[in-house]
């Protein structure tokens, strides 16, 4: 069974910086692209980062770019997300998915997510 | 890199149709039949129901199909169920390693 466990969330002040971790299982992690995909506390899904399998080729969404690092460690099946200078605006719930298909134009599946909230 | 719009809400019967759209520009869903659907029950995570424009995934009902014309890419859901209530998310490779998901659309069964 393919499964995706993130970790690392918490409370944090604005400024500061966060790490995040997903482990993966149940699939041949380094065939895959992954992404990190984020949704704000009864809000919609934005699209984070992603990183292809050999870590080749990144991109970020706007929002977060210069501020967050996406890397991956083939040989420990696991995903990461470097945030630094955190703002109050990146508190939500960060999920990570595996990217499948053309382009790993499509997540499937995601973990269940990790909450950080960015607060004084 | 703005979110494609999707209507807030539609509602439909049980047993009816209802369509979503998702609707983007020439630099993204103008430009890849690259779109996904995603199904949300509260408190859940997001589950794929489309992708590259038209295909479902195995498990998914064929009530569940999708379309794209110019730079609008529709969901529709046939013969409506209650458990079809859920929020749901269009998404759309935009080139270069980046992907935009849509504002989101809350699907109520009446």
């Known amino acids: 069974e393919v499964q995706l466990v993130e970790s690392g969330g918490g409370l944090v002040q604005p400024g500061r910086s966060l790490r995040l971790s997903c482990a993966a299982s149940g699939f041949t992690f380094d065939d895959y692209a992954m992404h990190w995909v984020r949704q704000a506390p009864g809000k919609g899904l934005e699209w984070v980062s992603g990183i292809s399998w050999n870590s080749g080729s990144i991109g970020y969404a706007d929002s977060v770019k210069g501020r967050f690092t996406i890397s991956r460690d083939n040989a420990k099946n696991s995903l990461f997300l470097q945030m630094n200078s955190l703002r109050t605006e990146d508190t939500a719930l960060y999920y990570c998915a595996k990217g499948t298909g053309y382009r790993s134009s499509w997540f499937d599946p995601w973990g269940q997510g990790t909450l950080v909230t960015v607060s004084s | ?110």
């Open chain 2, 1 to 110: 890199q703005s979110a494609l719009t999707q209507p807030a809400s539609v509602s439909g019967s049980p047993g009816q149709s209802i369509t979503i759209s998702c609707t983007g520009t020439s630099s993204d869903v103008g430009s890849y039949n690259l779109v996904s659907w995603y199904q949300q029950h509260p408190g859940k995570a997001p589950k794929v129901m489309i992708y590259e424009g038209s295909k479902r995934p195995s498990g998914v009902s064929n009530r569940f199909s999708g379309s794209k014309s110019g730079n609008t890419a529709s969901l529709t859901i046939s013969g409506l169920q209650a458990e079809d209530e859920a929020d749901y998310y269009c998404c759309s490779y935009a080139g270069i390693s980046l992907y935009v998901f849509g504002t989101g659309t809350k699907v109520t069964v009446l």
